[in-house]
């Protein structure tokens, strides 16, 4: 038995647009330790988003495997992979992907819909994931109301609220000010103290910085994985 969360062996997304082949992912092979923090780092267009959706089952691999606490993903049923999606991968987009017409709580209690069925647990569960990011007094504000880094901490209890057992990132703090966007990752070194594997993609060296490795991307390769100090990295990244 190891420690592995997710074992990545020879992973590969080709996109199609009508006849063209976009090989977005090749060959990609690494492993994620349970209670891990992996920074996905890579320029525009290097795979990273594409990566990222295998990882959290958004999307599917054309070739390669991918397992999950040591289950083979592609031997699941549509059903199973739906059920192990919803309860143990909390994923957080970089444009918040709110529900513009439900308030706070209901935003949050909806993406429990499918891992507690009952609806008072649904609604406490939510409270308390908005409670941990701050967000306690603005249940029932609307998305709209919000600012962005109110926004991405709605979709960052969206995402913890049923205690899952990772939480993936796509450059989540992208669109956000240097301020929400220190808040935010302050949450996610929060979460990754109690024990919760993380996984971010991140155009931010600092943040990059402070993970367990990194896993760095170029033309849909894995160039490298590595573990860096912030000096380190800015010279590895800005030399190559
Ligand atoms: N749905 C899609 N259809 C076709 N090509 C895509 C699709 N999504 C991404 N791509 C292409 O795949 C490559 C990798 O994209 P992406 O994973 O989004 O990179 P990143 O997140 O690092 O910017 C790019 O060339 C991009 O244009
Ligand atoms: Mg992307």
Redesign the pocket.
């Known amino acids: 038995m190891n420690n592995y969360l997710l074992e990545a062996n020879e992973l590969s997304k080709t996109?199609?647009?009508g006849k063209v082949d976009?090989p977005?992912?090749k060959n990609v092979s690494f492993t994620i330790e349970k209670g891990s923090f992996t920074a996905i780092i890579?320029?525009?267009?290097?795979?990273?988003?594409?990566?990222?959706?295998l990882l959290g089952m958004i999307d599917n691999p054309t070739s390669g495997s991918l397992s999950f606490n040591g289950t083979q993903i592609s031997q699941l049923t549509n059903k199973q992979q739906t059920k192990m999606r919803a309860e143990q991968i909390g994923f957080i987009f970089q444009s918040f992907h709110l529900v513009p017409v439900m308030n706070v709580l209901d935003n949050v209690a909806l993406q429990l819909y499918f891992s507690r069925s009952d609806k008072k647990r649904r609604k406490e569960a939510a409270i308390h994931a908005l409670q941990s990011v701050g967000l306690g007094s603005h249940l029932h504000h609307y998305p709209a109301d919000l600012s962005g880094g109110q926004r991405q901490r709605v979709s960052i209890a969206r995402a913890i609220a049923k205690n899952p057992e990772v939480i993936l990132a796509?450059e989540p703090t992208g669109s956000l000010d240097s301020k929400s966007g220190a808040e935010v990752i302050d949450i996610f070194k929060q979460l990754h103290k109690q024990g919760k594997t993380i996984i971010i993609?991140t155009h931010d060296l600092e943040i990059a910085s402070i993970a367990n490795q990194q896993l760095i991307?170029r033309d849909?390769e894995l160039k490298e994985t590595r573990t860096s100090k912030i000096q380190e990295l800015r010279q590895y990244y800005y030399s190559s």
């Not at 890579?42 to 959706?53: M, P």
Request: net charge positive; hydrophobic share 35%.
């Open positions: 996109y199609k647009m976009v977005a992912l890579g320029t525009s267009g290097s795979g990273k988003s594409t990566l990222l959706n796509d993609v991307l849909g």
